[in-house]
């Protein structure tokens, strides 16, 4: 499945697992993913997830916020969740998953990848 299926896989069960992955790695991983919630403001509340202390919490509005509507139902209809749920799942379980993935108090280092070549 994905990258982060040993972490949350038993924790939540395979559809939210599934719907998490998914959407962490159509945005091309964690950091991505972060970074769109510190451009909407939460800047604080990733921050609380990727360190060591405890989690500030993030609500389904919120979530609905920094992905917007198309995302969410994009999210939704590929896995088979309501919308509602898609933000609710994302706000209960995001948070959890970051934490986890950054034991360290810091992101995992991502591989460079190469730039691709565009034709002429």
């Known amino acids: 499945m994905g990258l982060l299926d040993g972490i949350i896989g038993g924790a939540i069960g395979v559809e939210l ?8 790695e159509k945005r091309g991983g964690l950091q991505n993913v972060l970074q769109d919630f510190e451009k909407s403001g939460y800047g604080e509340k990733v921050k609380s997830w990727v360190g060591n202390g405890p989690n500030l919490p993030i609500s389904a509005e919120q979530v609905q916020q920094t992905l917007g509507s198309d995302r969410v139902k994009e999210l939704g209809n590929k896995f088979g969740i309501p919308m509602d749920k898609v933000s609710a799942a994302l706000a209960e379980y995001l948070p959890k998953v970051v934490d986890k993935a950054t034991p360290e108090g810091k992101l995992p280092q991502q591989p460079q990848q190469q730039p691709q070549q565009q034709p002429h």
Not at 17 to 24: F, K, W
Request: aromatic letters at 12%.
């Open 17 to 24: 697992a599934t719907l998490i992955n998914g959407y962490i």
